[in-house]
């Protein structure tokens, strides 16, 4: 059983709608990440965050440490949002989820 | 310039093979960490390092040796490689801020897609 698992894995929206993607894990944490894959395959950090929320420009994560579960929120989504997002925990290292495919339609 | 770069980005060999994977950075981290990216499996840990003296094995280190030349510098060997190790790999690093057990923000090199044939 993986220690990170994503919802959905794959998910394709119309340009503007509103995106969320969840990540729940099972063992306690230090930090949960969100990352962003594009589809080049370079990876970048969206997110770490350890209790509430966080939020950049469209992207908002919340975190809610009793549940172990996190969401990433994507507001009015853009065709540029096409990527995959992932999401990881910190403890002694770094576990990942295998991600979520994202597909914004124009 | 990046911050984290890996070489080759591309490499196709053929079974047998020693192979080495080089990622240098310019961002002062003192940890660094091997990953492999497969289809369908996410991000799996091969090696890390905490510092130039500090080798760990991941999750998967199985076939693989790194070493760790300098703070900059952190090379992922293949002894023999085998047509399972295709696969993308990501040099990733991190730094100390918040003590031994507080993983900060990590930031990966660009990979490298390696074939094994």
């Known amino acids: 059983k993986n220690e990170v698992e994503q919802s959905p894995q794959n998910l394709t929206a119309q340009e503007g709608e509103f995106i969320t993607i969840n990540c729940s894990y099972s063992v306690g944490i230090s930090a949960l990440h969100w990352l962003q894959q594009h589809p080049g395959g370079g990876i970048v950090s969206l997110f770490m965050l350890s209790s509430g929320k966080k939020k950049h420009g469209r992207l908002i994560a919340t975190i809610n440490i009793q549940e172990k579960h996190s969401s990433l929120h994507i507001t009015a989504s853009h065709p540029r949002d096409s990527a995959v997002y992932i999401c990881a925990v910190s403890r002694n290292q770094f576990y990942f989820g295998t991600g979520t495919s994202l597909t914004v339609i124009p | 310039d990046a911050d984290v770069t890996q070489t080759p980005r591309n490499r196709i060999t053929k079974t047998g093979k020693r192979i080495m994977l080089e990622c240098s950075q310019t961002k002062g981290h003192d940890r660094m960490y091997w990953y492999r990216q497969d289809p369908g499996l996410g991000l799996r840990l091969i090696y890390y390092s905490f510092d130039v003296k500090d080798i760990n094995k991941g999750e998967i280190s199985d076939g693989y040796s790194v070493s760790r030349q300098a703070q900059a510098k952190f090379s992922l060997s293949l002894e023999s490689a085998i047509p399972n190790q295709t696969a993308l790999y990501f040099c990733?690093?991190?730094?100390?801020?918040?003590?031994?057990?507080?993983?900060?923000?990590?930031?990966f090199g660009p990979g490298t897609r390696l074939t094994v044939l």
């Open positions: 990733a690093t991190s730094d100390l801020q918040g003590g031994s057990n507080s993983y900060n923000e990590q930031f």
